[in-house]
């Protein structure tokens, strides 16, 4: 589902229709609302070859066990092909929300859950994953929870997971939590687009009144596994490598209002 946000950060990602029936919103309601795309949402227009190819190859090993008699026709079939192979990710992005959910009340109201959570197909406590996701932030001075941005020179908006500071504000950065796979003693990477992610991020909290990332700039990605309970990696950016970041996300929102024939700046 595609998230949008209204010109003063409201969150607009579904809407009422007339019947009284929640639907997500879309390009056609954003248009109608004049609603500015998530900075998630711009870098996706970046084509990610590795992603396509795990799709893939998860497209045709579901369709090579799945019983194309009992679905009644192709297109039932290619529905339910397609439904089943796509289920991993879509477990990812849902188990993403659990922990940023987690992450927030533990943060903002000092409360564990003690539901536990699935979490790489096992049922686990969350308390130690939250606690361990929080020591690894200790250094920084913690600025804002979720935060919703927006930035309207640029046309975009977002909700930023934690604006911070440090070095008594001489550096300022902005952290993103994301939940990933994790092969055993193979060494954490950015993933594509993520670093663009922060980059707008930071240019939305930090840097309004700025065109160009400055030299007190810093993001962080911090990348809590899925398959190995309890491993944590915190990946450090520069702002040489968030300048880098903020090239590509702009390069990404001109492909994005190209690509949609949207320019909310103008609505």
Same mark, same amino acid.
């Given at each position: 589902?595609?998230?949008?946000?209204?010109?003063?950060? +409201?969150?607009?990602?579904?809407?009422?229709?007339?019947?009284?029936?929640?639907?997500?919103?879309?390009?056609?309601?954003?248009?109608?609302?004049?609603?500015?795309?998530?900075?998630?949402? $711009?870098?996706?227009?970046?084509?990610?070859?590795?992603?396509?190819?795990?799709?893939?190859?998860?497209?045709?090993?579901?369709?090579?066990?799945?019983?194309?008699?009992?679905?009644?026709?192709?297109?039932?079939?290619?529905?339910?092909?397609?439904?089943?192979?796509?289920?991993?990710?879509?477990?990812?992005?849902?188990?993403?929300?659990?922990?940023?959910?987690?992450?927030?009340?533990?943060?903002?109201?000092?409360?564990?859950?003690?539901?536990?959570?699935?979490?790489?197909?096992?049922?686990?406590?969350?308390?130690?994953?939250?606690?361990?996701?929080?020591?690894?932030?200790?250094?920084?001075?913690?600025? +804002?929870?979720?935060?919703?941005? $927006?930035?309207?020179? +640029?046309? /975009?908006?977002?909700?930023?997971?934690?604006?911070?500071?440090?070095?008594?504000?001489?550096?300022?950065?902005?952290?993103?939590?994301?939940?990933?796979?994790?092969?055993?003693?193979?060494?954490?990477?950015?993933? #594509?687009?993520?670093?663009? #992610?922060?980059?707008?991020?930071?240019?939305? /909290?930090?840097?309004?009144?700025?065109?160009?990332?400055?030299?007190?700039?810093?993001?962080?990605?911090?990348?809590?596994?899925?398959?190995?309970?309890?491993?944590?990696?915190?990946? $450090?950016?520069?702002?040489?490598?968030?300048?880098?970041?903020?090239?590509?996300?702009?390069?990404?929102?001109?492909?994005?209002? #190209?690509?949609?024939?949207?320019?909310?700046?103008?609505?």
């Amino acid at each position: 589902m595609s998230h949008w946000y209204s010109k003063t950060g +409201d969150a607009c990602h579904t809407y009422t229709d007339a019947s009284g029936a929640e639907k997500p919103t879309g390009l056609r309601e954003a248009r109608k609302w004049g609603l500015l795309p998530s900075a998630s949402g $711009v870098v996706h227009v970046w084509a990610n070859k590795g992603l396509e190819r795990a799709r893939e190859r998860k497209l045709i090993a579901t369709a090579r066990i799945t019983p194309y008699s009992e679905w009644g026709g192709t297109e039932s079939f290619i529905s339910e092909v397609m439904k089943a192979a796509l289920a991993d990710w879509e477990l990812a992005s849902s188990t993403g929300t659990v922990f940023h959910g987690l992450i927030e009340s533990k943060l903002t109201k000092g409360e564990h859950s003690k539901t536990p959570i699935e979490w790489g197909g096992k049922m686990l406590d969350p308390e130690p994953l939250v606690d361990a996701a929080l020591k690894v932030v200790s250094d920084i001075h913690i600025l +804002d929870v979720e935060k919703r941005v $927006v930035r309207l020179k +640029d046309g /975009y908006a977002g909700t930023t997971d934690l604006p911070y500071a440090r070095e008594n504000g001489h550096i300022l950065g902005v952290a993103d939590w994301k939940t990933t796979k994790t092969t055993e003693k193979k060494k954490m990477a950015p993933k #594509q687009g993520h670093v663009a #992610q922060i980059a707008a991020y930071w240019m939305a /909290y930090h840097g309004l009144h700025l065109d160009e990332i400055p030299s007190h700039a810093e993001g962080r990605n911090i990348y809590i596994s899925t398959t190995e309970p309890g491993r944590i990696e915190t990946l $450090v950016y520069d702002h040489k490598e968030l300048r880098k970041g903020w090239a590509a996300f702009k390069a990404c929102l001109e492909l994005w209002r #190209q690509s949609n024939s949207y320019d909310p700046r103008g609505s």
